[in-house]
């Protein structure tokens, strides 16, 4: 009788990956690279290229790891950026290895992965970020009611959004097929 070989949790790779991949999303949070978002007490900053992909890649479990140290340091909102970017990593763990999954052609990958990274942004990470100022830090809100803010941010956030959906895109195109395969 043949034992069933259990795969581990995480793998060493996966351990390696998301550190890395977290890592660098909380050194530009740490940097301070920021970018004001018109209208609203909130900025912006060029880390989801790392968390987008880094999560995708290593799992939810991974994604775990690089949302938290994705939204950590966020500077004087931190358990809002938690909040929207543990969620949104884990979603692109699940979410990308369906797609992935799903269709073998690489135009339809890519396809597919610019539709989840426009939802990881419009869907996911702001709204649940609003969700978390409203939630941990009413202060914050600047007297804005919950969807003018969501608005706001959602419309900020657009040229990030379009510009992390382009760049991401760009990579997983060029990455040789064994390095945009999920490793989970």
Do not use: N
Not at 61 to 84: K, R, T, Y
Not at 150 to 179: D, N, Q, S, W, Y
Request: aromatic content about 12%.
């Amino acid at each position: 009788m043949m034992e069933e070989v259990k795969k581990p949790l995480l793998t060493p790779r996966q351990i390696g990956m998301a550190a890395a991949f977290g890592g660098a999303a909380l050194a530009i949070v740490l940097a301070g690279i920021t970018i004001p978002i018109p209208g609203t007490v909130v900025v912006t900053d060029p880390r989801e290229p790392f968390t987008t992909i880094g999560s995708s890649l290593t799992g939810p479990i991974g994604g775990l790891v690089i949302g938290f140290l994705a939204g950590i340091a966020e500077p004087g909102i931190p358990w809002a950026s938690l909040l929207a970017h543990i969620i949104g990593c884990v979603y692109m763990g699940f979410a990308y290895k369906f797609v992935y999954t799903l269709f073998k052609a690489l135009w339809l990958k890519l396809v597919g992965w610019a539709i989840l990274v426009l939802i990881y942004y419009f869907v996911v990470v702001v709204p649940l970020f609003v969700v978390g100022i409203w939630i941990f830090y009413p202060a914050e809100t600047g007297g804005e009611a919950f969807l003018p803010l969501l608005v706001a941010l959602e419309v900020g956030a657009l040229p990030e959004a379009v510009l992390t959906t382009i760049f991401t895109t760009i990579i997983m195109g060029i990455l040789p097929e064994r390095f945009r395969r999920p490793v989970w």
